[in-house]
């Protein structure tokens, strides 16, 4: 019998990115591959990157460079470039950095075997199309490992939205859902494999539209409903969501489905009107906070988390001071917060950029407020009960860590559980990073 190769992938970026590393390390597993953690005993690094922001794509080209002492000690070393960043600038990467020998974007990810074969006879390979073929029915996992308690599935990908600023139109292509029944059939196959919890993903997840194989189609909410119904699936998430996609199903089903968890990430970017017109976002700060206050009334206790951008071009101090604002209208559990950063072929990198310390300042600012938000909805819950699905064992003997229906970490000592199971459990303390409770 041959030795397995061994495969090390460094992913970077979204949840989408930690998805698609999982279904390539399944695809060469076929290819006799099994995962290595560390890139010194590979036989192949994939990089799986992110070109979302400029400084995400420059690492790319840093962390290649550090391979160069590798890969000259060992010349069998395959060197791949997958993710967004190959969507992006395949050429150029084989251009800028000889050492990789394959470059593979999102939608080819089924053709990975056979790309890697071709690298075993000496020629390079690169694929970037947008196949007609399913990808996803093609990266079926086999076999089919154990696995933790919690688990991404994604059912929708690309985005029709074009923002302003932002390449995924580009690297992802045009929006596409997975027919529901092939959704329902993996997550059927997770749950076998001791999944509990599972996260929907994709760029415009709330736009989800699949077929129902009777010729007409699934909303996310009721899709949501026919995952609710898969015995041993204890939690649905999704993300990220358009609050344009917010449809009065999916408002509902925060109200009705107990196994929807309260907690929604709903990315608004800016709160000036001008701003968001000028980002095409195609709504304003007001239908935004009219939509949050119908989600609270569907689900008073739900966690809201967003997204926001800073020094977006032509972005005035006045505009800024409308961002804070609409944070502060709505109270958010946590958000994520980046300085615009320039992306080559959108159309906001063709306008008056915002000076670099302006930006910084913003920030520095807008983090102030949120981190504000978030340490007061976290120390508010000390005393209240939650339901923990415990992920793993903590530092100390006997202790176990899961996450709260908000997405809180959560540690419990002497909890008794196992990982992959869920109890009640009271917050008693509120830490830097984490919650503290016992089992009621
Ligand atoms: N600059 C800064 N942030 C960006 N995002 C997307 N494109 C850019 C850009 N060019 C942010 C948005 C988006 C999140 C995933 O990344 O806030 O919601
Ligand atoms: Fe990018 Fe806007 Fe689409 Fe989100 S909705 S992926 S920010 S273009």
Redesign the pocket.
Known sequence: MTEPKKLFIKTYG?QMNVYDSERMAEALGGSGYVETASPNDADMILLNTCH??EKAAEKVYSELGRYKGLKAAKPDLKIGVAGCVAQAEGQEIMRRQPLVDLVVGPQSYHRLPEMEAKTRTGVKALDTDFPEEDKFERLKARPKAARGPTAFLTVQEGCDKFCA??VVPYTRGAEVSRPASQVLDEARDLVERGVREITLLGQNVNAYHGADGQGGDWSLARLIEGLAEVDGLERIRYTTSHPNDMGDDLIAAHAECAKLMPYLHL?V?AGSDRILKRMNRAHTAESYLKLIERLRAARPDLHLSG???VGFPEETEADFQATLDLIRAVGYGTAFS????T?PGTPAAERDQVPEDVKSDRLQRLQALITEQQRATQDAMVGREVSVLFEKEGRLPGQMVGKSDYLHAVHVADAGTAAGEIARVRIVESGPNSLAGVLV
Do not use: A, T
């Open positions: 979204c979302i922001r600023f932002c990315p970017q997204d926001f951008i980046f300085k615009y950063s992306r």
